[in-house]
């Protein structure tokens, strides 16, 4: 039945390659309740570890990937950035508690290893260099926005991979949208002191406070360090808008799930 199917969001640009399983999950086709239903792959909550694994396996077979090759840190809002080499991948991917790193910027060539991150409200955003064979995941909530983490990542294809910037295809995924994210001042001060010359990085919201554009401040980074703007694709879905579709914690007022995004190379 339908209702009961996992929903993803996957990238259009990213379709055209069938070695890459890749995509955003949303609330439909999973086995949580009340404020996690449905597909909840967020771990940290008092949701039913159990439903969580479900959840997990679920998605997995959505994508059509084991569930046991997720790769997934632990999550800081920061900048730093891991690269899954094969030494990790031979001692043995780890289960649910995934990379023990603090790291919101993943990358790796390995096939048959999946980099997921949990989000409800923050950027998922996605890399794929065809040409180098690498893919890369970034968390970017208005703190890895500022602190540059998508633009680490495209550092690290340059330095590390050899990746040259018309190959690296960028995906920014479903995330609270400039509509619904209003910023207190020393966040907006901040973010403008990170992108001066960001036009429509702000607005003006109806209570007096400003909202932030996240997918312009992250689209923004990566254009200025070099990245073609027809490289980059925008999934433009709010979370708060679409709270019945995904994760949202300022529609939620905190109490919530969090869907997963999820890249990688088939084996
Ligand atoms: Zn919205």
Redesign the pocket.
């Known amino acids: 039945m339908a209702e009961d199917s996992v929903w993803l969001h996957r990238f259009g640009h990213f379709s055209a390659f069938t070695e890459l399983a890749q995509g955003v999950s949303g609330r439909p086709g999973g086995v949580s309740e009340g404020q996690y239903w449905s597909l909840n792959i967020g771990l940290g909550s008092d949701d039913d570890p159990e439903a969580i694994s479900e959840n997990r396996r679920r998605l997995a077979g959505a994508l059509g990937i084991a569930a046991d090759r997720f790769v997934r840190p632990y999550q800081v809002h920061g900048a730093e950035a891991l690269v899954v080499g094969r030494e990790e991948v031979e001692a043995g991917l780890p289960g649910p508690a995934d990379v023990p790193r603090r790291v919101d910027v993943l990358l790796t060539a390995e096939p048959d290893v999946f980099l997921m991150m949990t989000f409800a409200d923050c950027v998922p955003v996605l890399f794929y260099d065809p040409a180098r064979r690498v893919v890369g995941l970034v968390h970017a909530g208005w703190r890895g926005t500022i602190a540059g983490a998508p633009r680490r990542a495209l550092d690290l294809l340059q330095k590390r991979f050899g990746s040259r910037l018309r190959d690296v295809l960028v995906g920014i995924g479903p995330s ?6 209003e910023v207190g001042p020393e966040v907006a001060a901040a973010a403008r002191a990170a992108f001066p010359a960001c036009e429509g990085l702000l607005r003006p919201g109806p209570r007096g406070r400003e909202h932030l554009d996240l997918w312009r401040a992250n689209t923004y980074q990566l254009v200025v360090a070099g990245l073609p703007p027809e490289n980059l694709e925008v999934a433009g879905l ?5 709270n019945d579709l995904l994760f949202s914690y300022r529609a939620s007022q905190g109490r919530t799930g969090f869907h997963a995004a999820v890249i990688g190379l088939r084996a």
Do not use: E, L, Q
């Open positions: 609270i949208g400039p509509d619904h994210y709010c979370t708060a808008c679409r």
